[in-house]
């Protein structure tokens, strides 16, 4: 099929809500996540049938040249969180809070995340463990919707001691678990799970109400995510075991943006090569 008549199709969809993407887990229908950050992007995602775009932090290092996404700040996030608004019009848009934006306080949490939201964000996303419990019930409580990242968080790399599959062992397994029911307690309306076990994030991913992403997690979470620039191959440097080249063999990056969506929808991506 060529990459044309796919977009008109998906031209015509319904605006994809937080409603939706909980009966998108309902219905086992997987969810397609990608990160964006520009507007020219965002119109072909939407376009592509993308359900989800993240402006991820991520932006620091690929954007930026940055060594990690620690330097990124509020008024990055900001600008392309208002990129990717202007070019979207059905994908249901999540950003992520930068380092330092939200762990002072949950009043300094609120207020940048409230920034975000003004922003164009649906939802916005943040890393930590049972510690972040207290700001995502404030954030949610004050109707800013929010995504949970659990596992492999890249704000925290110097104090994991660099990008390690989490989760190996019983213990490590247990407080991923216990981490994720508390951030469902909490509020969190979305979980999503970097580097750890296909079989743990399949396990806490059945015990939950609210739809799970998974980037390095196996095939079993509710839905996937990559960064963009990875999966389209033009990002420098040797990939990680999780990433696959959707450019391969396509004509187009729209192409290669469909054939993501669909491998994530046919659940034929990942496969086993990408999972730990």
Not at 62 to 71: D, E
Not at 200 to 219: C, E, R
Request: aromatic share 6%; hydrophobic share 45%; glycine share 6%.
């Amino acid at each position: 099929m060529s990459a044309q008549p796919q977009a008109a199709a998906n031209s015509t969809r319904k605006a994809v809500t937080l409603p939706a993407l909980l009966e998108m887990k309902k219905n086992q229908e997987k969810i397609a996540m990608l990160t964006c950050y520009d507007a020219c992007f965002a119109s072909v995602l939407d376009a592509s049938g993308v359900d989800v775009l993240l402006i991820g932090d991520s932006l620091g290092m690929v954007l930026a040249g940055m060594p990690s996404t620690l330097p990124v700040t509020m008024d990055m996030m900001e600008y392309h969180t208002r990129c990717v608004a202007a070019g979207n019009k059905n994908a249901f848009v999540v950003a992520d809070m930068p380092f330092g934006s939200y762990q002072e306080s949950v009043e300094q949490a609120y207020r940048n995340a409230a920034k975000l939201m003004a922003a164009g964000a649906n939802m916005v996303k943040l890393e930590g463990t049972a510690w972040l419990a207290p700001t995502v019930e404030y954030l949610t409580t004050r109707d800013i919707p929010v995504c949970a990242h659990l596992g492999l968080t890249p704000q925290s790399v110097s104090a994991l001691g660099g990008y390690r599959v989490q989760g190996r062992d019983a213990k490590a397994a247990k407080i991923l678990k216990t981490n994720a029911k508390a951030m469902q307690e909490a509020g969190a309306q979305m979980v999503l799970f970097e580097l750890i076990p296909g079989k743990l994030a399949a396990d806490i991913s059945k015990s939950l109400m609210v739809p799970t992403i998974g980037i390095g997690a196996g095939v079993d979470c509710d839905g996937q995510v990559l960064v963009l620039h990875d999966m389209l191959n033009v990002f420098p440097g040797k990939k990680p075991k999780f990433v696959r080249n959707f450019m391969d063999n396509q004509p187009s990056i729209q192409a290669a943006v469909q054939a993501y969506v669909s491998a994530v929808k046919d659940k034929t991506f990942p496969t086993a090569e990408h999972t730990f």
